[in-house]
C-alpha cells in the first residue's frame, strides 16, 4: 500500500477517492465508531508521521500553530460549503459527545422554570430530554415508546406547549433505524442531535438554530463534535456557565478556548474534503438510498422471514434494522455473517435484532454481499 | 521507515523503544500538543489501518467491541501500575480537558457556601480557581501575581482556611516554567492539575484525592484527559448533575457512559508502554533532569545574557523559560532556532519570552543541539 505524499501546503486535502476505496476486506457496520474512507485513513497515516513537510505530525502541532490554522481554518470552510450555511452561524468543534450537548443546550437555553420541547423517537432522544429535566421544564410533543420506536410522529401525532425555548429532536435514531425525512415543522425553534447522518443527505440545516453531531458515526473519529450554531443565539444564555460549557466562549475563541481535539478536527476536514471529492451531498444521498434500497430490498423480497424494525416510511439510510423469526437466529445469523467478514451486524443492546450501519464510507459493494448472505441465510434457516 | 507489525492479540504494545528514538530531525518544542515518541507514532500508522490483523483500524472499532476492551483495560491497568495506585481509585478517560475539570471538580465537590482552596502559581490554576468561583468559595492560600509567578510557594507563605473541600494546585506550570518539587502539605484533600508533567517524574500520586491531566502534553493526542480519583469520594457530590459532569457516572460506566476518545485512550496507552521500556518513571525522571539541566546551564554559565524566568529552587523538568536582554532578541531567537530546525520556542503568548517544552519524548540530544545554539547565539548577540 502506497502513503500518499503531500508536494504543498498543508495536506489536509485527501486525494481523489475512487467510489471503490474499499481494500481492506472486513466489512465494518458497526454502528460507530464506524467505517471511515481509505484514502482519508491513508492521508491520516502519512500525516501522523510528518503532515505539510514539517517534520511534525498533526498530533504534534500546536493548535495555535499555524499548520492548525489551516487545518481549522479548512475545516469550517468546508463544513459550511457542505451544510449551505453563511456567517449567520457559528460553526464549533467541541468535546464531549453528543451526550455532553444534551447538557450544554438547556444549560445555556432552557432557564428555570421555561419548557423546552423534547420528541421521544428513541434512547438518545430520550436521554436528550432527561438531561434537559435538569434546567427546566420538557413538554414531550411525543413519545414513540408504545410503539417500540417504530416511527418518527407526523406533525398530526405531536402536541404542542404553547410557549418553548427550542424544539428538540434527534434526526436519525440509531438503534432503532428510524429518521425523520425531513425538520419537523414547529413554532419554536429547532435543535437537531444529527449525529448518525449528519451530510449523509441534503438536508434544510440552516432551518434550525443548532445542529450538533459526535463524529464518530459518519464524519470522523470520536472525541470531537461538530456544533452548528444560529450566532444571536450565543449572547442569549440564560444562565451563567464555567466556560467550558458556554457556546459564546468556544465561539469568540474559535473553538480554541482551550486545546481542542485537533486530530479529531483534521481528521472531520480529511472527511468533509472527501464527501466533496464523492460530488457532495447530492451524490453521496444518492448512492446512500441506493445502499440502503438492497438491503431493505432483502428484507422486504424475504417472505417474511426477515422483519425490519423501522416503519417503511421512516426508514434511515443509515441504520437498516430487522429481526429474523427469533432471537436464536439473530445470534446465528450475526456469527454466520462474522465467519464471512462482516463485522458489528448485532443490534443495540437495548434493542436486540440486528443492525446494518452503512455510512457514507461503507461501499456499496458491501450491501450487495450483505443482501445476497440475507438470501442464503433465509434459504438455510428459513 | 518499516512499520512493526503485530503479531498476536491487540497491538497496544509498542515495540522496545531506543533512547534515541528520533528519526524526523525536527526539534518539537511545542508546549502542547507536543512531540511523541516515534516509536509510538510507528505503532499508530500501523493500528490506524488495522489493528490486531482484524482488517478494521483503531479509529474504526465499536468502543464496546472486543478490540477497544483490551485497549482500555490495558492502558488503565498500565496506568495503575505507573501511577502505583490501587482499587481504592478509579482511573478514568474523559473529554474537555484539564479545562473540563476546572468546572467539573467544583460542581461535583464544591457546595453553595463551602469553601475550597486553589493556590494561584499561573494563568491555568487562576482559570481553575475562577471555575470554582461560580460554584462556591475559593480561599487562595497563594497568589505568586506579585512575584511574576517564578516560583511556587513554601508551606510557610500560604494561609489556610479552617474548613475547604480540598486544596487545589497546578503541580508544573507550563507558563511560567516552575513546578512543586512535591505535594503541598494540607489539612485538606488535595487536587492536582498535573497535566504538563503527567508520568514525567516519580510524585507521590496516592496521597491525591484527585490527580488529572489533559494528555496533549506529556502523555498523548489532544481530547483525552487523565482522571485519577479515590473511589470513596464518587458517592460524595454536592449536587445533582447532567451524567457527562459526574465522576460517579463515568466510573460507574467505566469510562463508557458515551462514546469516549477512543484514539486518544488507545494512544495514551501506548505512550505508557513506551514508558514502562523507557525504564518507568525512575528513569524517564533521571533522564529529564539530566535534559533540563543542559538547558539551565546554558542560561546560568551565559554570564548574564539570559534569564531564567523561574526561582531556580522551582524549575520545572518539562519547560524551560528564559529571555534574552531584550524581547526583540527574543523574537531573532526563535526565529533563528526555527531556522536550525528548532521549533516551537516562543513563550506562551501572555508571557513572552522564550520556552523550551521538553517532555517525556523530547530527545536528550536535542537539549544539547539547542543549548550549543543558546551559547552561539549569546556570542553572537551578547
Same mark, same amino acid.
Given at each position: 500500500?502506497?502513503?500518499?505524499?503531500?508536494?504543498?501546503?498543508?495536506?489536509?486535502?485527501?486525494?481523489?477517492?475512487?467510489?471503490?476505496?474499499?481494500?481492506?476486506?472486513?466489512?465494518?457496520?458497526?454502528?460507530?465508531?464506524?467505517?471511515?474512507?481509505?484514502?482519508?485513513?491513508?492521508?491520516?497515516?502519512?500525516?501522523?508521521?510528518?503532515?505539510?513537510?514539517?517534520?511534525?505530525?498533526?498530533?504534534?502541532?500546536?493548535?495555535?500553530?499555524?499548520?492548525?490554522?489551516?487545518?481549522?481554518?479548512?475545516?469550517?470552510?468546508?463544513?459550511?460549503?457542505?451544510?449551505?450555511?453563511?456567517?449567520?452561524?457559528?460553526?464549533?468543534?467541541?468535546?464531549?459527545?453528543?451526550?455532553?450537548?444534551?447538557?450544554?443546550?438547556?444549560?445555556?437555553?432552557?432557564? %428555570? @422554570?421555561?419548557?423546552?420541547? $423534547?420528541?421521544? &423517537?428513541?434512547?438518545?432522544?430520550?436521554?436528550?430530554?432527561?438531561? *434537559? !429535566?435538569? =434546567?427546566?421544564?420538557?413538554?414531550?410533543?411525543? %413519545? @414513540?415508546?408504545?410503539?417500540? $420506536?417504530?416511527? &418518527?410522529?407526523?406533525?398530526?401525532?405531536?402536541?404542542?406547549?404553547? *410557549? !418553548?425555548? =427550542?424544539?428538540?429532536?434527534?434526526?436519525?435514531?440509531?438503534?432503532?433505524?428510524?429518521?425523520?425525512?425531513?425538520?419537523?415543522?414547529?413554532?419554536?425553534?429547532?435543535?437537531?442531535?444529527?449525529?448518525?447522518?449528519?451530510?449523509?443527505?441534503?438536508?434544510?440545516?440552516?432551518?434550525?438554530?443548532?445542529?450538533?453531531?459526535?463524529?464518530?458515526?459518519?464524519?470522523?473519529?470520536?472525541?470531537?463534535?461538530?456544533?452548528?450554531?444560529?450566532?444571536?443565539?450565543?449572547?442569549?444564555?440564560?444562565?451563567?456557565?464555567?466556560?467550558?460549557?458556554?457556546?459564546?466562549?468556544?465561539?469568540?475563541?474559535?473553538?480554541?478556548?482551550?486545546?481542542?481535539?485537533?486530530?479529531?478536527?483534521?481528521?472531520?476536514?480529511?472527511?468533509?474534503?472527501?464527501?466533496?471529492?464523492?460530488?457532495?451531498?447530492?451524490?453521496?444521498?444518492?448512492?446512500?438510498?441506493?445502499?440502503?434500497?438492497?438491503?431493505?430490498?432483502?428484507?422486504?423480497?424475504?417472505?417474511?422471514?426477515?422483519?425490519?424494525?423501522?416503519?417503511?416510511?421512516?426508514?434511515?439510510?443509515?441504520?437498516?434494522?430487522?429481526?429474523?423469526?427469533?432471537?436464536?437466529?439473530?445470534?446465528?445469523?450475526?456469527?454466520?455473517?462474522?465467519?464471512?467478514?462482516?463485522?458489528?451486524?448485532?443490534?443495540?443492546?437495548?434493542?436486540?435484532?440486528?443492525?446494518?450501519?452503512?455510512?457514507?464510507?461503507?461501499?456499496?459493494?458491501?450491501?450487495?454481499?450483505?443482501?445476497?448472505?440475507?438470501?442464503?441465510?433465509?434459504?438455510?434457516?428459513?
Amino acid at each position: 500500500m502506497s502513503v500518499p505524499t503531500t508536494t504543498t501546503g498543508v495536506s489536509t486535502r485527501s486525494g481523489p477517492a475512487a467510489a471503490t476505496d474499499f481494500e481492506r476486506g472486513v466489512l465494518n457496520f458497526s454502528a460507530g465508531p464506524a467505517v471511515l474512507p481509505e484514502s482519508v485513513l491513508r492521508q491520516a497515516r502519512h500525516d501522523l508521521w510528518d503532515i505539510a513537510g514539517t517534520g511534525i505530525g498533526i498530533l504534534e502541532h500546536s493548535h495555535r500553530g499555524p499548520v492548525f490554522d489551516r487545518v481549522i481554518e479548512e475545516a469550517e470552510a468546508d463544513c459550511r460549503r457542505l451544510a449551505g450555511i453563511g456567517d449567520d452561524f457559528a460553526v464549533l468543534f467541541l468535546q464531549g459527545g453528543a451526550s455532553l450537548q444534551f447538557a450544554m443546550i438547556p444549560a445555556n437555553f432552557l432557564a %428555570d @422554570g421555561a419548557t423546552a420541547e $423534547y420528541a421521544i &423517537t428513541g434512547v438518545w432522544a430520550k436521554k436528550a430530554a432527561e438531561a *434537559a !429535566a435538569l =434546567y427546566g421544564s420538557v413538554h414531550v410533543p411525543f %413519545d @414513540g415508546k408504545g410503539s417500540g $420506536y417504530d416511527h &418518527t410522529p407526523a406533525r398530526s401525532e405531536m402536541t404542542t406547549a404553547p *410557549a !418553548a425555548a =427550542y424544539f428538540h429532536y434527534c434526526s436519525n435514531n440509531t438503534i432503532y433505524g428510524t429518521r425523520w425525512q425531513a425538520p419537523p415543522v414547529s413554532d419554536h425553534p429547532l435543535v437537531a442531535d444529527t449525529s448518525s447522518e449528519m451530510f449523509s443527505r441534503r438536508y434544510d440545516f440552516a432551518r434550525h438554530a443548532i445542529i450538533y453531531a459526535g463524529a464518530q458515526k459518519n464524519l470522523g473519529p470520536a472525541g470531537v463534535t461538530l456544533v452548528i450554531i444560529r450566532r444571536d443565539l450565543l449572547d442569549r444564555a440564560v444562565r451563567k456557565l464555567p466556560p467550558m460549557l458556554s457556546y459564546a466562549v468556544h465561539a469568540k475563541d474559535g473553538s480554541r478556548h482551550n486545546t481542542p481535539p485537533t486530530f479529531g478536527i483534521y481528521l472531520m476536514g480529511l472527511v468533509f474534503r472527501w464527501i466533496e471529492a464523492q460530488g457532495g451531498l447530492d451524490a453521496v444521498e444518492r448512492r446512500n438510498e441506493e445502499k440502503a434500497a438492497v438491503l431493505y430490498r432483502a428484507i422486504d423480497e424475504s417472505g417474511g422471514f426477515y422483519r425490519g424494525v423501522a416503519r417503511p416510511d421512516c426508514r434511515s439510510t443509515m441504520n437498516v434494522t430487522f429481526r429474523t423469526p427469533s432471537p436464536a437466529l439473530d445470534d446465528r445469523f450475526a456469527d454466520e455473517a462474522a465467519k464471512h467478514g462482516m463485522d458489528g451486524l448485532k443490534g443495540h443492546r437495548s434493542a436486540g435484532g440486528l443492525r446494518a450501519s452503512i455510512y457514507n464510507a461503507f461501499p456499496a459493494s458491501g450491501c450487495a454481499t450483505l443482501a445476497q448472505f440475507m438470501r442464503a441465510f433465509a434459504a438455510a434457516n428459513g
